[in-house]
Nanobody, 120 residues
């Protein structure tokens, strides 16, 4: 069994910073892409950023130059450093990972989500 535990959300003023973490655990053989999505009230879930196992990143235009995604393959963990936060960044942030389990089956997993609230 595999789990994603995401954490690090909270309340911050506009212009502030937060760091989200997501750790994968369980019957893991390897992990392909890891990333973060977010869903604001009344809106669809959208991609924030994704990182390949080799470290190549892709960001939504709305967060480029403000957010930095990184991962530690030894710890099966991905980090999202969010700087210069804006009220429009307010959302529930969900970790996502494509994990190859010990049966060598690739499965898409989601964390439970962590709330980020940016006040103006």
């Amino acid at each position: 069994q595999v789990q994603l535990l995401d954490s690090g959300g909270g309340l911050v003023q506009a212009g502030g910073s937060l760091r989200l973490s997501c750790a994968a655990s369980g019957s893991i053989f390897s992990i392909n892409d890891m990333g973060w999505y977010r869903q604001a009230p009344g809106k669809q879930r959208e991609l924030v950023a994704v990182i390949t196992r080799g470290g190549r990143t892709n960001y939504a235009d709305s967060v480029k130059e403000r957010f930095t995604l990184s991962r530690d393959n030894a710890k099966n963990t991905v980090y999202l450093q969010m700087n210069s936060l804006k009220p429009e960044d307010t959302a529930v942030y969900y970790c996502n990972a494509e994990i190859i389990n010990t049966l060598l089956v690739a499965v898409d997993y989601w964390g439970k989500g962590t709330l980020v609230t940016v006040s103006s």
